[in-house]
């Protein structure tokens, strides 16, 4: 389960106040994915940064009570003057995993081939998208953070096993989206969520959070 409780966010701009969360509270129940509609500009990704730990609300309290993954695509954590290889094996290290597996499923996974085993800061975008997310999916969390949907690379081959991993994944997991688009929601989420002024207005289904969002559009 993860949890917000009375959570509130805001940043100085330079000219005012911008408001990302105003005492929202609201649950995430593991085999229940959430959806979050926002526009873009309204702080989707800080909420995402927030429910995996990368920043903290200004006030009220986050319970995370499961294992809840870094955001997908998330550099976090991954040295640049180390290789793949390396990184794997430490993060796999962190997580308590084995570090033998963890670098054979991203080796296999990203098909960088001999770039596996030179440093990340040598990587293309392309390239260094595809390592982390092969290291997301080949970490076993409860819960997947995904800002905007599974980033598409230039190579088929990659798109396509990441996304059969990431269908098979969330036959078990649970997963919370955050997208300006509701299309993108569909694949994903059971119920959603419209975050509008700083509130959080929960909805069962989609379609349901689909009529608020397209009202307010």
Known sequence: ???????????????????????????????????????????????????????????????????????LGFMGGVVNRHSAMENSRYIARLYGLDPDYVESFCRWLCGIDEYFDMPVGTYSQGMRARFTFSLMLALDFDIYLIDEGMPQTTDRDF????????????????????????????????SAAVLKDGRLHMFDTLEEAKQLYDYEA
Do not use: Y
């Open 1 to 71: 389960m993860l949890e917000f409780t009375n959570v509130s966010k805001s940043f100085w701009t330079g000219t005012q106040r911008k408001v990302i969360l105003d005492r929202a509270s609201f649950r995430v129940e593991l085999g229940n994915s959430l959806g979050i509609l926002a526009p873009n500009g309204t702080g989707k990704t800080t909420i995402i940064n927030m429910m995996a730990g990368l920043e903290k609300p200004d006030e009220g309290q986050i319970h995370r009570g499961c294992r809840i993954s870094f955001p």
């Open 159 to 190: 798109n396509r096993k990441a996304g059969e991993v990431l269908r098979e994944r969330l036959e078990n997991t649970t997963v919370v989206i955050v997208s300006h688009q509701p299309a993108t929601l569909e694949r994903f989420a059971r």
